[in-house]
Antibody
Framework: EVQLVESGGGFVEPGGSLRLSCVAS????????MSWVRQAPGKGLEWVGR??????????DYAAPVKGRFTISRDDSKNNLYVQMNSLKTEDTAVYYC????????????WGQGTLVTVSS | DIVMTQSPDSLAVSLGERATINCKSS????????????LAWYQQKPGQPPKLLFY???TRKSGVPDRFSGSGSGTDFTLTISSLQAEDVAVYYC?????????FGQGTKVEI
């Protein structure tokens, strides 16, 4: 059974940094396209970015609002996914979900429960 | 980026009646080489992460009740709930994954 557990959320001031982690079980992160999706309080879903498998080049893609500020990485030895968030803005306040994109569906199939990031002064 | 626009933003439907949600993309999400529409539908209930209902526009994920159906191609898509049940109260999102950066519609809230 695929399970994703996010951690690392919290309160941070504008301009600060935070790193979110996602512990995966039931599959190997190195063999999956992993992504982060966020949801501001009371708002809709926003795709943040992804990291592809090594077989697909291990490259990353990012949404325009976070490009240059967020970095997605993974640790294959720990089966973890991360997102390093720098230069945080108030508009980055959201629940951040760790997700798995599958080849069968071509899109995000599995979701964690999310972790809340609050950026405020 | 491809912009996804859903309509309506919300709708109230009586139990047992039909609910229809529309989704329009700013450009075609039909990939000609495999004839697949890169369009998904998600259901999100309060306090829960989204749940995938359909992918490739009309392929129902295992376990999704058959009162749900997905249709459309190119730029225009529809999610239909043929007979609304109380447990279907949720926000529904369409998502395109044609481009390198997937995008979601703004969501449609379905109420009784």
């Amino acid at each position: 059974e695929v399970q994703l557990v996010e951690s690392g959320g919290g309160f941070v001031e504008p301009g600060g940094s935070l790193r979110l982690s996602c512990v995966a079980s039931g599959f190997t992160v190195s063999n999956a396209w992993m992504s982060w999706v966020r949801q501001a309080p009371g708002k809709g879903l926003e795709w943040v970015g992804r990291i592809k498998t090594k077989a697909d080049g291990g490259t990353t893609d990012y949404a325009a609002p976070v490009k240059g500020r967020f970095t997605i990485s993974r640790d294959d030895s720990k089966n973890n996914l991360y997102v390093q968030m720098n230069s945080l803005k108030t508009e980055d306040t959201a629940v951040y979900y760790c997700t798995v994109e599958t080849g069968t569906t071509g899109t995000t199939q599995y979701w964690g429960q999310g972790t809340l990031v609050t950026v405020s002064s | 980026d491809i912009v996804m626009t859903q309509s309506p933003d919300s709708l109230a439907v009586s139990l047992g009646e039909r609910a229809t949600i529309n989704c329009k993309s700013s450009q075609s999400v039909l990939y000609s080489s495999n004839n697949k529409d890169y369009l998904a539908w998600y259901q999100q209930k309060p306090g829960q992460p989204p749940k995938l209902l359909f992918y490739w526009a009309s392929t129902r994920k295992s376990g999704v009740p058959d009162r749900f159906s997905g249709s459309g191609s190119g730029t225009d898509f529809t999610l239909t709930i043929s007979s609304l049940q109380a447990e279907d109260v949720a926000v529904y999102y369409c998502q395109q994954y044609y481009g390198s950066t997937p995008t979601f519609g703004q969501g449609t809230k379905v109420e009784i």
